[in-house]
T-cell receptor
Framework: TAGITQAPTSQILAAGRSMTLRCTQD?????MYWYRQDLGLGLRLIHY???????GKGEVPDGYSVSRANTDDFPLTLASAVPSQTSVYFC???????????FGDGTRLSIL | GQNIDQPTEMTATEGAIVQINCTYQ??????LFWYQQHAGEAPTFLSY????GLEEKGRFSSFLSRSKGYSYLLLKELQMKDSASYLC??????????FGAGTTVTVRA
């Protein structure tokens, strides 16, 4: 099925370890996004990329990094995980930045 | 920054109508989106308003007043499958989306 694929589906990680969340889309969308969703806070933008080769910081970028080497892939890296990064992470894409965003199924990450 | 407010919870009866309000204060405005999110699933796009007025799409309608910083999502002929969280999101001048915390709608038989 075409769309956005996120991996892993869920992960338990020890604090201090590094982790890369993968996101791949096959819709040839130019823009991609990473959000975290926490109870009572809604979705918050971590990083975004309006086109391959460019990235930008969202509302909560600290502790996270991204890269956009090509159109399809937009990995999110936690260099040294902390318990406050326990969350559900959603990757999204849109054809252009001014178009509706389509979301992946999410990665549930627990940092212990 | 952005400030987006919507009620936390609403309950309605199957077949009824429910209106979910959203108020916002943003630095720049480039449209307002509504998303539906079932528990444990990804958000899915419902509607988009960039000009004032009502946009109708089947049982769902969305209204926008830019001067009042106000939108609502109207769900008609409620069905059990409409039980979900509804997210209001505003796109700012840099085309980034800011989301409200979501409104959980429970439909009862």
């Amino acid at each position: 099925t075409a769309g956005i694929t996120q991996a892993p589906t869920s992960q338990i990680l020890a604090a201090g370890r590094s982790m890369t969340l993968r996101c791949t889309q096959d819709m040839r969308h130019n823009a991609m996004y990473w959000y975290r969703q926490d109870l009572g806070l809604g979705l918050r933008l971590i990083h975004y990329s309006n086109t391959a080769g460019t990235t930008g910081k969202g509302e909560v970028p600290d502790g996270y990094s991204v890269s956009r080497a090509n159109t399809d892939d937009f990995p999110l890296t936690l260099a040294s995980a902390v318990p406050s990064q326990t969350s559900v992470y959603f990757c999204a894409s849109s054809e252009e930045p001014n178009q509706p965003q389509h979301f992946g199924d999410g990665t549930r990450l627990s940092i212990l | 920054g952005q400030n987006i407010d919507q009620p936390t919870e609403m309950t309605a009866t199957e077949g009824a109508i429910v209106q979910i309000n959203c108020t916002y204060q943003t630095s720049g405005f480039n449209g307002l989106f509504w998303y539906q999110q079932h528990a444990g699933e990804a958000p899915t796009f419902l509607s988009y308003n960039v000009l004032d007025g009502l946009e109708e799409k089947g049982r769902f309608s969305s209204f926008l007043s830019r001067s009042k910083g106000y939108s609502y999502l109207l769900l008609k002929e409620l069905q059990m499958k409409d039980s979900a969280s509804y997210l209001c999101a505003v796109r700012d001048g840099d085309y980034k989306l800011s989301f409200g915390a979501g409104t959980t709608v429970t439909v009862r038989a």
